[in-house]
């Protein structure tokens, strides 16, 4: 019997994160043959992961530059690709989310005829500039992909809305439930000395990351003075923020929130410490998009320092709240979830619309049921 031999690229830290446990859930199922391609859009940070995991790929494109643009990133992929695809011609090829590589993978696989299966698909935030490029990218996508694996019904929505066939769609929960779930670990020890300091059972800790190109500016100088408006009026708070390598974002970070005792700036961290401080913290700030499906998870409440979200499904279920990057909107949302045990109760306990871990389970059985010669 053939094997069914599935291709997955993805070139960043998020798409490795969500995409590990599918590869290695693919790696042990029977009658697939599973190949890995990264692109290395990002290399540090993609590398720590696929450590993590114990994921060596078949093929690496080490793409990374110095001053990489999106110009750059698109045709170094797309032109890396088309090789790779001659050579091993997958029946399918498996992309994730909305990445500058996971829409040069979906072109690439078409100029070949491959068909392409989209994981994360149907997130919309209705602003093509927000996030940028990040919003077009997963719509250019899901024009391309004949499958798509939604992480919600909300997601189908959106895809049923632009008119895609309801039997390309599977709700599937999302891959970085997986993930979280298999790393997480009650014993697990820092080596960061700032974190190892820190008695979590005593203080009341608040995690941020911020980085979107939309906030750089006068919205994340807003989003740290208002932490240092926090850090003046709770005394047993902690404040732990991995700074971004950015220089635009470390320039207004240590210029605003240098020589505060209880703000902790640290350098990025890798996967497993980070999904674990998340899991100690007490309050989620931030601007990311995975981690609107990550804290909830760990009954964690997230702000999310954003205008909007393409995740609104959170919303809704009350995990996230809204705030943007207004000083007082942040400041007193965060205050009243420190001073008001009920209202955190109600969203620390709101259930999370992302699913229950085993995501990659009904991408497997959904791949079982497609027949490339179906068509």
Not at 15 to 20: C, S
């Amino acid at each position: 019997m053939s094997q069914f031999k599935v291709m997955s690229i993805f070139g960043t830290r998020p798409e490795a994160i969500k995409m590990a446990p599918l590869v290695k859930a693919l790696e042990i199922e029977k009658g697939f043959k599973s190949c890995v391609v990264v692109t290395a859009q990002h290399r540090e940070m993609l590398d720590q992961v696929l450590n993590l995991f114990k994921i060596i790929p078949q093929y690496d494109l080490n793409i990374m530059q110095s001053g990489q643009s999106l110009y750059d990133i698109t045709c170094r992929a797309l032109k890396g690709l088309e090789e790779i695809l001659e050579q091993e011609k997958p029946q399918i090829v498996l992309v994730h989310g909305d990445t500058t590589t996971t829409l040069a993978a979906s072109l690439a696989a078409y100029y070949k005829k491959i068909t392409v299966g989209h994981v994360e698909a149907g997130l919309r935030s209705g602003d093509s500039y927000s996030p940028f490029p990040e919003e077009m990218n997963r719509k250019l996508t899901g024009g391309i992909a004949a499958l798509h694996f939604a992480p919600t019904q909300t997601a189908k929505d959106n895809l049923l809305r632009e008119g895609v066939s309801e039997d390309s769609i599977y709700v599937t929960g999302n891959t970085v439930i997986d993930a979280l779930l298999a790393t997480v670990k009650e014993d697990f020890e820092f080596t960061n000395p700032q974190l190892k300091a820190i008695d979590f059972s005593q203080k009341r800790v608040l995690l941020v990351t911020t980085h979107r190109r939309e906030n750089l500016g006068q919205p994340m100088e807003n989003i740290f003075k208002a932490l240092a408006l926090l850090h003046e009026q709770f005394e047993d708070i902690e404040i732990i923020f991995p700074v971004h390598k950015n220089p635009a974002v470390r320039e207004i970070a240590y210029s605003i929130l240098t020589g505060h005792e209880r703000i902790h700036l640290i350098e990025p961290l890798d996967y497993e410490p980070f999904a674990n401080l998340m899991a100690r913290s007490y309050l989620i700030l931030t601007d990311s998009g995975g981690l609107q499906e990550e804290a909830p998870a760990l009954g964690k409440p997230v702000l999310v320092l954003r205008e909007n979200t393409e995740r609104p499904e959170a919303v809704v279920a009350g995990t996230v709240a809204l705030v943007g990057t207004n000083i007082e909107s942040i400041f007193e949302t965060s205050k009243g979830l420190l001073v008001n045990k009920d209202l955190y109760g109600k969203m620390a306990q709101a259930v999370n619309p992302y699913g229950d871990g085993k995501a990659c389970l009904r991408i497997i059985d959904s791949l079982k049921d497609y027949s490339p010669l179906s068509s």
